[in-house]
């Protein structure tokens, strides 16, 4: 079962402005993962943040984690055409080894 | 290879048939895991290997999928008696160790039955 849900679960924004979706889990975890996925193809890893830390940046993205409200975002600043995809949030939950359980994702679109 | 190889890309079988999706991770790395994908959903967890054991295969949907990894690289999928609700892409995605880091994926096997 998937165990994230991601919010909203599409997203339709202009080249150049700023991308936010969301994410909430429901048992405690070790590290939350934000995947991208083009269309028909397979997911790439964007950033991983541990369940100690607040807050994680790397290039364009910010990623924060509230562990109190078991929630995550990502934000995607100066959005281009090419960040068109589907974005997933993903759990390792503690005490489940080393699966990750993937939510339902977001569908960004960016126009021009 | 420099990534993840899933092979065949697509497959298209009958009701009832028995499939095989194949699946090479990235050299070195000893952690395997399958996921299925079906239209508009995230991927959802199949099975886990670390090495040649199956660390954890509570994913796998009954006893017509079944996974192996012989000699702790390639591995394959199989599923017998396909039924048309088996449809999906299935991922495969590899990792360096046993603590859930980057999981690398492959591109898919597209599975449609007829």
């Known amino acids: 079962s998937q165990q994230g849900e991601e919010d909203p679960q599409a997203l339709s924004i202009q080249e150049g402005e700023n991308a936010t979706m969301n994410c909430s889990y429901k048992?405690?975890?070790?590290?939350l993962q934000w995947y991208r996925q083009n269309s028909g193809r397979g997911l790439v890893h964007l950033i991983l943040?541990?369940?100690?830390?607040r807050e994680k940046h790397s290039g364009r993205l910010r990623v924060t984690l509230d562990t109190s409200k078991k929630s995550s975002s990502l934000l995607i600043t100066a959005s281009r055409a090419a960040d068109t995809a589907s974005y997933f949030c993903?759990?390792?939950?503690?005490?489940?080894?080393?699966?990750?359980?993937f939510g339902t994702g977001t569908r960004l679109q960016v126009t021009l | 290879g420099a990534g993840v190889s899933q092979t065949p890309s697509n497959k298209v079988t009958e009701k009832g048939k028995y499939v095989e999706l194949r699946c090479d991770p990235i050299?070195?790395?000893?952690?395997l895991y399958w996921y299925r994908q079906s239209l508009g959903q995230g991927p959802e967890f199949l099975i886990y290997?670390?090495?040649?054991?199956?660390?954890?295969d509570s994913g796998l949907p009954n006893d017509r999928f079944f996974a192996v990894r012989p000699e702790g690289s390639v591995s394959t999928l199989k599923i017998q008696r396909t039924e048309r609700g088996d449809s999906a892409v299935y991922l495969c995605?590899?990792?360096?160790?046993?603590?859930?880091?980057?999981?690398?994926f492959g591109e898919g096997s597209r599975l449609t039955v007829l």
């Open positions: 050299s070195g790395h000893t952690a």
């Open positions: 290997f670390q090495g040649t054991g199956a660390a954890d």
């Open positions: 995605a590899s990792s360096r160790g046993q603590n859930t880091g980057e999981l690398f």
């Open positions: 993903a759990t390792a939950y503690t005490g489940t080894a080393s699966k990750l359980t």
């Open positions: 048992t405690s975890i070790n590290n």
């Open positions: 943040i541990r369940s100690n830390e």
